[in-house]
């Protein structure tokens, strides 16, 4: 019983840790450039897509997904020439629309591209067998890997934001964008590289669950929507509440699902506490959420808030 | 500290609405009477081109733009952009399936409950939603949206995700009047001609001043005297359930009710058809849901991937103007777009 | 060092400059005088590129800077204290300071050390948020990180509003310091008598017009302009 | 002009270890300008956040008109007569001039919940509004778009707005930040007329302003009280000198 | 007969092309075309006219598309769609209309119970029993205990019931799962520290990729792997190697060895360059049943009871073999335990294994009353 909970917890914070890296991309793009990106969730898509285009060219993952990241920054890049360099001055929900466009048409296009048929990505040799933690308890290998390179991630991350001139810059550009520029920094090209960024973490996202997830033209679509609960749960722009609430939402999610029914036996007739499982399951998440935001209007770590 | 706590996450700039004092020019003026006019010359083009399927598209357009009127409502004057307003279309239709379950058929008890179960999800959820606001706002009225969603879908007795089939159209004291489709075209257009009128009215009158205040600096409406939460509420609760009604109407267009209509795909397409038409105007929703339906029903017909041409129409539209279609209208007529 | 040649600009269908013509030489202190309206900010959004001039040269050390971003502008050695203070709120006071650091010189002239020498309050709240400070210490921030980015001509767009008396005349003293090591200023201001003491020419603009243009001590002796232009 | 309207008692405010306003008493006769002055950062800004109920103050109590208002909402204060102007204009941009006021009439008349009646043809309403913007001379801007007022008239606008509140006491931050000369001496000479039928608390950093204006002066110098009484007794104050007018006002 | 010459039947297709699911819709249309194009686009020796709408997969688009075909297009035949709750919108619209709807996925229990409908054909199944195939199949092997899972929504409860329907043993626990759920590593852990005999999922689309895929790393590839829609032709692209020996319950495999099917498959995978799935060849019958209907009643259109009584006794071979229609105009069949199998080619497919089911009837029949 122990071992099982502890196994789950590890399953959630996983799956938090995917999360975190499609939000984190996000909540940057959000938070520096006040730019409400619904296609996020295309560019992780499309770093699947490419990881597995090019992991079934070179034959291997680790350099499918090499190539891929180079790859989604130059489509960051070039989407942010083409588009998203004309929203930052618009209202949200103009940005609401182009991006509501551009899912359709990266959907689309990907689809004409691959097809709707959801490609394969091999799991890599190396890291297909699972890992002794203790006693009987076995985890995936691939599972601590990406758990491995979120926290990577969070922590190079939370590390340029608060300790780099590059971060200050950022989140100066958040606010008075003309005004950094007015002070001598290229705000343009920090924009771009912001964007540029944002891309890769999502298509890194993409590339690390190819192997275990479906790569399919949906799968930016169902991400997208827990994206955005996780950026919100932790504070727009906030990259630490990013990372809280990823972790949060997934141990959630994970051990509400398995544990949540037991619990409920408790207290009801098996029937009724199965069925008022079921019935809580999917809405864990956004319950999670309502509370969250019902007691802190801001998220758990808004920006500006205090010192950091 | 420093009192410039402008809520930089509001998602309206308030650039974006016209000031309410300037006097809408002739064509301005004259416009709903035009598109009124129009959808209801739609049945002497459906008899014209012997092609009676126009109207059922045409009231298809009427009930969604019912939907996105109540949507302007607090997106447009209010500032309160919500993601779950699908779930208030749900409720409508679901007050619709669930009764005549039971054989109970008339429409106007059907409009009853539909509006009591509306106004009550409203009011809690507003309650606790207007806590927020800005994109925090946006999230956590998709939280609630998600969660009726949820909850019909393993609601088994009322079919759960396969719906309900209705046995037939609802009933007008006894009478089984909607059957034709022309009544229910222009039942549909009676109904959004009066939330139009109510809307007119509502916006300009006192407490649709104070909404618009709030809109744009709750600050300065505290400072005043005002308390935003109940006026706010209020709007909300209204939009909830004129949402409702077109629900109502949407069950009895389709005669088949389902948690389909509640996803947050579904809100956010109501989103897209209100900036799509203008925002914070009476007639920009209208006229949004009109093009977006059209364009889903016309781009269809050329390619499997007619969604690639939608996706570009909205990119395009956005790019070159900023106010949804109404701002591209003014450009093109030589408007400055500052 | 800063040449303005005809310059122009709008806002839209509203034409607000109708042709400025001025210039600031190395080391020199010059102010643009007016009354509220006539298009001073204005004029200095149009120098920086941050609202793009439609008509009109803005040259810096003799290039043609017309058109060019704003960083480009900035990086040729100008530093901006805007209208409204403009204070990075998601940063804290010392990070709003080095954020925008530049500094072309070895030993460059102004440093943390040196920033909070002259205003000692900021070291004070170096750790608090920019949305966490005084009106008037906003304005000191505004000042210090401008001039952290050691510009060669720094442009003050009303840099005493809002503070208190003390605090103005702190500034006065900093400015004529900076003034002492060999910079340049464009100072906007309406206390015209402090500036007729330091300042080495004045610009008039009234209506998006250069009306008068002399030195302190052709103001000074020119009642006349004062009443007129300035409503002093 | 002897009766106390605004009373403010041990007040204080803290932002984590820093003290904001320390203790301060505060006494306001009903009719006299107040001018609350001092250096940058005192916490005068603050005091009118306490004041208005803009921000909840950790002790204290504030009475006004003999009644304990400490534990009342901003809407509240409004509705007693307390009204405030901001350091940083704010006002409806995209409502006319008229309705801007009217919008503040329209808070003391009556409910708000009005659905139907179109609020802009209500004529007392419209009347009382074009009432409070004549006061401040402002009528002939009624039908402008408040957002391209100048910056003076802006000003002006804001204290047309708090009049119209009912408001008898006016909590006015700064209203001379950024005005002109010229648009200086318009809204100097509005806040003169309105001594005797309006109570000030004016927060200055324009000595000129403050010494031509004020019946009665206090100095906040790190949320403390340190000086208080007539304009000449307080300006020959040492310590006010030093801590915040300067040489300055000598010369 | 000349008369029939210059007439034209005109068929309407509606299937869910866009979105994630869209590829379960192109499977069926393109097998459509494929046999109106080995018709030589005669149905019945009419020519046809075949119009193609897109659903999206949302019940109330599917009406007006289904009205937009009845009532703009006037076609005779409306084919499709995919989704029960599609399927159960549009029922009425397309048959109230007086066209004939041929369901050629979908097949819910009301409709082949009680509420039959006399101008409603389904060329697929009745959805309970895919999941009886599994069921049966668990219990003749003798499984002690089998864990469940489904997504918690109507099709899952009707799949479980299904499967149970057949299977007499323990189900050790049922796990519903949200709609669209990614990430599956709880309850994959939940089912390894229960230990079952087999595990039974009906996981359609993405969801079943994802499993698939993360059944093997959470080391249960010892325990039995029973299906409905969760490893077909669809999804194995995607799941390879981690779904071999992997079973599933359906009415038709890619190899089943009879000429129609290896005729059929060779002609879709020439065509399409993909391995035909079980919604091709649904698709694919319903072409030949119009064909076969209209042969009968001499291309006549206008006799709607002289046609309905020709659809219900057409008579045409299925590449699935054995079929036939039932009272209640759902087919009778034969079902099939399949398991998936990487061919010669490289490609991944299901592969016939054994008949579980004979000439086998749904459940709901005798509620028809037709
Ligand atoms: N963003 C804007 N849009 C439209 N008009 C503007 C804008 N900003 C300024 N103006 C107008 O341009 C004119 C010049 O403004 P500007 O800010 O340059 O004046 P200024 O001389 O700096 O005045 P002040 O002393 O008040 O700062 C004014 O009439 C003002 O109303
Ligand atoms: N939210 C906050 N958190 C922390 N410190 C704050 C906060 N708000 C204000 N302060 C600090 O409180 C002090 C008083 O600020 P306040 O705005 O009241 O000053 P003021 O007297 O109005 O100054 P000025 O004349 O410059 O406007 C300042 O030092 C400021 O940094
Ligand atoms: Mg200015
Ligand atoms: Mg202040």
Not at chain 1, 251 to 278: E, I, K, W, Y
Not at chain 2, 284 to 312: N, Q, Y
Not at chain 3, 98 to 124: C, G, H, N, Q
Not at chain 4, 96 to 122: D, H, K, P, T, Y
Request: with cysteine; glycine share 10%; net charge neutral.
């Amino acid at each position: 019983m122990l071992n099982l909970f502890l196994l789950q917890s590890l399953n959630g914070i996983q799956f938090g840790i995917l999360l975190f890296l499609v939000a984190a991309g996000l909540t940057l793009i959000f938070g520096v450039m006040d730019l409400i990106n619904l296609a996020h969730g295309v560019l992780y898509m499309i770093g699947a897509y490419l990881t597995a285009a090019f992991a079934a060219m070179t034959g291997s993952f680790a350099y499918g997904i090499l190539i891929a990241l180079p790859a989604t920054l130059a489509i960051g890049i070039a989407l942010e020439v083409l588009v998203f360099r004309r929203l930052y001055d618009r209202s949200h929900l103009d940005q609401v629309l182009a991006t509501f466009g551009l899912i359709l048409i990266l959907n689309e296009t990907v689809k004409i591209i691959w097809g709707s048929a959801p490609l394969s990505v091999p799991m890599p040799e190396a890291f297909s067998g699972s890992i002794q933690l203790m006693g009987n308890l076995r985890y995936p290998t691939f599972r601590i890997l990406i758990i491995a390179a979120g926290l990577a991630t969070a922590l190079g991350l939370y590390f340029m934001v608060n300790h780099t001139r590059l971060g200050m810059l950022l989140r100066a550009g958040a606010t008075h964008g003309a005004m950094v520029s007015a002070l001598g920094v290229n705000i343009r090209r920090l924009f771009m590289i912001v964007f540029g960024l944002g891309a890769m973490l999502a298509g890194f996202a993409g590339g690390m669950v190819a192997p275990i997830l479906s790569v399919d033209p949906g799968m930016g679509d169902s991400i997208l929507i827990l994206t955005f609960v996780v950026i919100v749960i932790g504070g727009v722009g906030s990259v630490r509440g990013a990372f809280v609430a990823a972790i949060l939402v997934g141990l959630v999610d994970t051990l509400g699902r398995s544990f949540g029914p037991m619990l409920l036996r408790n207290l009801l007739d098996p029937a009724a506490a199965a069925q008022m499982g079921r019935t809580l399951a999917p809405m864990l998440v956004y319950i999670l959420m309502a509370a969250v935001l019902y007691l802190r209007p801001t998220g758990l770590f808004p920006m500006g808030g205090g010192t950091r | 500290m420093s009192e410039a706590a402008t809520p930089s996450l509001g998602p309206v700039s308030s650039s974006v609405i016209d000031a309410p004092h300037v006097r809408p020019p002739l064509l301005a003026q004259s416009a709903p009477w035009l598109i009124f006019g129009l959808f209801a010359a739609v049945p002497l083009l459906a008899l014209a081109t012997g092609d009676s399927f126009i109207l059922v598209v045409a009231t298809r357009m009427l009930i969604f733009a019912l939907a996105a009127l109540s949507l302007n409502l607090i997106m447009g004057y209010g500032a309160l952009v919500s993601f779950g307003h699908a779930a208030y279309i749900g409720i409508g239709a679901y007050a619709v399936g669930i009764l005549s379950s039971y054989g109970i058929n008339d429409l106007l008890l059907q409009i009853a409950a539909a509006l009591a179960a509306s106004g009550l999800f409203a009011l809690v959820t507003g309650y606790l939603s207007l806590r927020t606001s800005g994109v925090y706002f946006i999230m956590i009225t998709l939280a609630f949206g998600q969660m009726a969603f949820f909850f019909m879908v393993s609601l088994s007795a009322f079919g759960g995700d396969d719906g309900i089939s209705l046995s037939g159209r609802s009933t007008l004291f006894g009478a089984d009047l909607l059957r034709s489709n022309l009544v229910l075209f222009y039942g549909v257009l009676g109904v959004l001609a009066a939330a139009f009128l109510l809307m007119r009215m509502l916006v300009a009158s006192r407490f649709g001043r104070v909404l618009r205040g709030t809109r744009d600096n709750p600050t300065r409406m505290r400072a005043i005297g005002f308390s935003p939460f109940s006026f706010q509420l209020t709007a909300y609760v209204i939009a909830g359930m004129i949402a409702a009604l077109a629900g109502v109407l949407l069950a009895n267009q389709v005669q088949f009710v389902s948690p389909a209509y509640m996803t947050w795909a579904r809100s956010g397409e109501l989103i897209v058809m209100v900036v799509l038409g203008g925002m914070g105007t009476l007639l920009g929703p209208i006229i949004g849901a009109t093009v977006f339906i059209l364009l889903e029903d016309v781009l269809a017909h050329f390619s499997e991937h007619w969604k690639l041409g939608l996706g570009l129409i909205l990119v395009l539209v956005v790019l070159g103007s900023r106010d949804g279609m109404s701002g591209l209208a003014r450009r093109l007529r030589g408007g400055s777009d500052v | 060092m800063l040449k303005v040649e005809g310059l122009q600009n709008a806002y839209g269908q509203s034409r607000i400059l109708f042709g400025i013509n001025f210039e600031v030489r190395a080391g020199e202190v010059v102010t643009l005088l007016g009354r509220n309206g006539m298009g001073k900010t204005t004029t200095i959004n149009s120098i920086f590129g941050l609202l793009p001039p439609k008509g009109g040269k803005v040259f810096v050390d003799g290039l043609n800077m017309t058109g060019k971003p704003p960083h480009a502008i900035a990086q040729q050695g100008l530093g901006l204290v805007p209208e409204g203070r403009q204070i990075f709120p998601t940063l804290s006071v010392e990070e709003n300071l080095v954020a925008t650091r530049r500094a072309d010189r070895r030993a460059p002239k102004w440093t943390l050390e040196s920033i909070y020498r002259m205003f000692p309050r900021l070291k004070e709240r170096r750790r608090n948020m920019g949305n966490q400070l005084s009106g008037g210490e906003q304005q000191m921030l505004a000042v210090g990180r401008a001039l952290m980015t050691n510009p060669r001509l720094i442009v003050l767009d009303e840099a005493t509003e809002g503070l208190s008396p003390l605090m103005r005349e702190e500034i006065w003293t900093c400015l004529r310091s900076i003034k002492s090591e060999g910079e340049a200023i464009l100072v906007i201001d309406k206390n015209v008598d402090v500036l007729a003491r330091f300042a080495d020419r004045h610009v008039v603009i009234e209506k998006g017009r250069v009306v008068w243009s002399g030195d302190s001590a052709g103001l000074v002796d020119n009642p006349d302009i004062k009443n007129r232009y300035l409503h002093v | 002009m002897s009766d106390v309207l605004l009373k403010v008692e041990g007040l204080r405010k803290n932002f984590g270890a820093l003290k904001v306003t320390d203790n301060v008493d505060l006494a306001v006769e009903a009719g006299e300008i107040h001018a609350l002055i001092g250096p940058n950062g005192a916490g005068k800004t603050t005091l009118i956040h306490q004041l208005s109920g803009n921000l909840k103050s950790d002790f204290g109590k504030i009475f006004f008109d003999g009644r304990d208002i400490s534990p009342l909402s901003m809407q509240n204060r409004v509705h007693l007569g307390l009204a405030r102007s901001f350091q940083i204009t704010s006002i409806l941009d995209g409502f006319s001039v008229l309705e801007n006021v009217a919008m503040a009439v329209q808070a003391r008349s009556g409910s708000s919940f009005r659905f139907f009646r179109n609020a802009s043809r209500e004529d007392d309403i419209n009347a009382q509004a074009s009432a409070a913007l004549a006061r401040v001379q402002l009528a002939d801007r009624a039908h402008r778009r408040a957002g391209s007022l100048s910056h003076g008239e802006k000003r002006q606008l804001e204290i047309a707005i708090a009049l119209a509140t009912g408001a008898r006491l006016l909590l006015l931050d700064e209203p001379l930040a950024g005005t002109g000369h010229e648009e200086s001496a318009v809204l100097v000479d509005l806040m003169r007329s309105l001594r005797g039928s309006h109570t000030l608390v004016l927060i200055e950093h324009d000595m000129d302003a403050v010494f031509s204006l004020a019946d009665h002066v206090s100095v906040l110098v790190y949320g403390r009280v340190i000086a208080s009484g007539e304009p000449a007794a307080v300006r020959a104050h040492p310590d006010v000198r030093a801590a915040y007018l300067g040489e300055e006002e000598i010369a | 007969q000349d008369k029939a010459q210059d007439k034209k039947v005109k068929i309407g297709l509606i299937y869910t092309l866009s979105g994630p699911s869209a590829l379960l819709g192109e499977q069926s249309r393109d097998a459509f075309l494929l046999a109106a194009e080995k018709l030589g686009n005669k149905f019945g020796g009419l020519d046809a006219e075949i119009i193609i709408q897109d659903d999206e997969q949302k019940p109330d688009i599917g009406v007006s598309k289904a009205q937009q075909l009845v009532e703009r297009d006037q076609v005779d035949f409306v084919v499709g769609p995919i989704f029960s709750n599609v399927l159960n919108a549009i029922v009425k619209p397309v048959t109230a209309s007086g066209a004939f709807l041929i369901s050629t996925n979908a097949g819910t229990s009301n409709l082949a119970g009680k509420d039959c409908n006399a101008n409603l054909f389904v060329t697929s199944y009745q959805n309970d029993q895919m999941h009886e195939v599994s069921g049966k199949y668990a219990e003749t092997q003798g499984y002690k205990r089998v864990v469940l899972i489904a997504p918690n929504y109507q099709a899952g409860k009707d799949a479980l019931a299904g499967f149970k329907h057949s299977y007499k043993g323990e189900a050790a626990q049922e796990l519903y799962v949200p709609l669209g759920q990614l990430d599956f590593s709880a309850e994959l852990a939940q089912i390894a520290a229960d230990a079952p005999d087999a595990v039974y999922a009906f996981l359609p689309g993405g969801m079943g990729v994802n499993f698939v895929k993360q059944y093997r790393q959470a080391g249960l590839e010892a325990t039995p792997f029973l299906s409905a829609f969760t490893v077909d032709e669809t999804t194995l692209p995607a799941q390879q190697d981690a779904a071999l020996g992997f079973m599933a319950g359906s009415n038709w495999a890619p190899d089943l060895d009879t000429p129609e099917a290896r005729a059929f498959t060779t002609a879709y995978e020439a065509k399409y360059k993909r391995v035909p799935a079980t919604y091709a060849v649904q698709a694919y019958d319903a072409a030949m049943l119009i064909d076969a209907a209209l042969k009968k009643t001499g291309g006549n259109l206008e006799d709607k009871d002289a046609l309905r009584q020709a659809m219900k006794t057409a008579e045409f071979t299925s590449p699935r073999g054995q079929f036939a229609l039932g009272d209640n105009h759902f087919p009778i069949q034969d079902f099939y335990l399949t398991k998936v199998v990487k061919r010669a080619d490289g490609q991944f497919a299901t592969s016939y294994v054994e008949t579980i089911f004979d000439d086998y009837k749904d459940n709901y029949a005798s509620e028809c009353k037709m």
